[in-house]
């Protein structure tokens, strides 16, 4: 059974502090993405990957960066956690070579708090 | 700029009868629209796609409509059960450079009565 991980389901913080949000996934897809998800607003993406060391930029961007430094592992990094960034963090992987790109595997989320 | 799902954020439907979810887009350049269902506690999963060249797809117990004319997208369930509370996201994919994305909706929760 396929399956994408990541490494909390809750997490609180502080605002200031550093956070690291992991995720792997088990399907040697080259392509993982990291949304946030907030009420009203849907899924919105940050960041993604479509190979390892590499990175784009989503609709969202600003103050989060990634890391990929193995195939099944994609990392979302807030660099210094802001009260607006407490919201649910979705990990998603797919693979293009399969021709449907757009069908994503997710993981359960995270639910951030930044207090 | 793109847009996707336009449609009401919660749907009430009778547990037996067809549930029919809509959706709206604005980007006529998406070569897939796509269905997501999010159960309480965990990620989206896939559900259904429909190739932007087609007007309708079936799988099991739900279709898809697919109108480009008025750019309407729906997901027609049949039967509706229990099991298909959960909050239906329609999404859209879209190339850029030479990756793609998805552009998800806002999302349409769906209720069951008994």
């Known amino acids: 059974d396929v399956k994408v991980t990541q490494s909390s389901r809750y997490l609180v913080k502080r605002t200031g502090e550093k956070v690291f949000l992991e995720c792997v996934q088990d399907?040697?897809?080259?392509?993982m993405f990291w949304y946030r998800q907030d009420p009203g607003l849907g899924l919105r993406l940050i960041y993604f990957?479509?190979?390892?060391?590499?990175?784009e930029k989503g609709d969202i961007p600003e103050g989060y960066s990634v890391s990929r430094e193995k195939k099944e592992r994609f990392s979302l990094i807030l660099e210094s956690a802001s009260t607006n960034q407490t919201s649910m963090y979705l990990c998603?992987?797919?693979?293009?070579?399969?021709?449907?790109?757009?069908?994503?595997?997710f993981g359960p989320g995270t639910r951030l708090t930044v207090l | 700029g793109e847009s996707v799902g336009l449609h009401l954020p919660t749907l009430s439907v009778q547990e037996g009868d067809n549930s029919i979810i809509n959706c709206a887009y604005s980007n006529s350049a998406s070569d897939y629209f796509i269905w997501y269902k999010q159960e309480s506690g965990k990620g989206p999963q896939f559900i259904i796609d429909?190739?932007?060249?087609?007007d309708k797809r079936q799988g099991q117990r739900v279709t898809v409509l697919l109108n480009k004319t008025v750019k309407h997208l729906s997901l027609q369930i049949a039967a509706t059960q229990p099991g298909d509370s959960a909050v239906y996201f329609c999404?859209?994919?879209?190339?850029?450079?030479?990756?793609?994305?998805?552009?998800f909706g806002s999302g349409t929760r769906l209720s069951i009565r008994p």
């Open positions: 990957s479509y190979d390892v060391k590499m990175k």
């Open positions: 399907m040697d897809h080259e392509n």
């Open positions: 998603a992987s797919s693979s293009p070579l399969s021709g449907r790109f757009h069908e994503q595997f």
């Open positions: 999404a859209e994919n879209i190339w850029y450079s030479s990756a793609s994305k998805i552009i």
């Open positions: 429909i190739r932007s060249n087609m």
